[in-house]
């Protein structure tokens, strides 16, 4: 959709803009709900204090999965070990990682039923944080067109044009939000 009013096109490509930003965070936080299955990505809100400087995790670490259900962390400074599980217990009290000296270990288990269904409850949670984000773009959205309505000569025809426009890439992005709730609710409910 073009308009020949560039602030209209400037206000779409705002929307579009703001939309992506709110699919990201979403990709983000259920990437860090576990689902059962080891994913380094639950330790992205690991920091740790290291000489002075908060440090994210993966900054001072090698991060692998050994096996579905392992993540083994192998720490370049061996002395920060139990800092490291320290933080990581206070990111997430679930996660319950064990040291050798040498390196970490979590072991995920087998989710029980109770749990598959809290964390789809959680899901839910943040798709409806992301709906509620989208909405709150394209409310600005639609009060910054009416404001180029007024200060311009736009037909009443086109401004309900674009209104519809802005609907359409509202709901292209809530599709887009089901899918990855649906690919995620998946994902935990899978034994």
């Known amino acids: 959709m073009y308009y020949e009013n560039s602030e209209i096109n400037k206000s779409f490509e705002t929307l579009k803009t703001n939309c992506e930003s709110v699919m990201d965070f979403l990709r983000r936080e259920l990437s860090t709900i576990r689902a059962g299955r080891a994913n380094p990505r639950i330790l992205d809100r690991v920091t740790i204090d290291y ?68 964390l789809v409850k959680n899901v839910r949670k943040e798709t409806e944080n992301a709906k509620v984000g989208v909405r709150n773009h394209r409310r600005d959205c639609l009060e910054m067109l009416k404001r180029i309505k007024k200060d311009s000569n736009i037909s009443e025809d086109m401004m309900s044009s674009v209104e519809d426009d802005v609907q359409r890439i509202v709901d292209s992005y809530n599709i887009m939000i089901e899918k990855i709730t649906a690919d995620k609710e998946k994902e935990i409910l899978e034994i």
């Open 51 to 118: 000489y002075g400087a908060r440090t994210p995790l993966q900054h001072m670490a090698n991060i692998s999965v050994p096996d579905a259900r392992t993540l083994l962390i192998s720490l370049w400074d061996t002395s920060k070990i139990r800092e490291v599980v320290k933080a990581i217990n206070e990111v997430d009290a679930t996660l319950n990682p064990s040291d050798d000296g040498k390196a970490i270990r979590i072991i995920f288990p087998l989710l029980n039923e109770e749990r598959r269904k809290e």
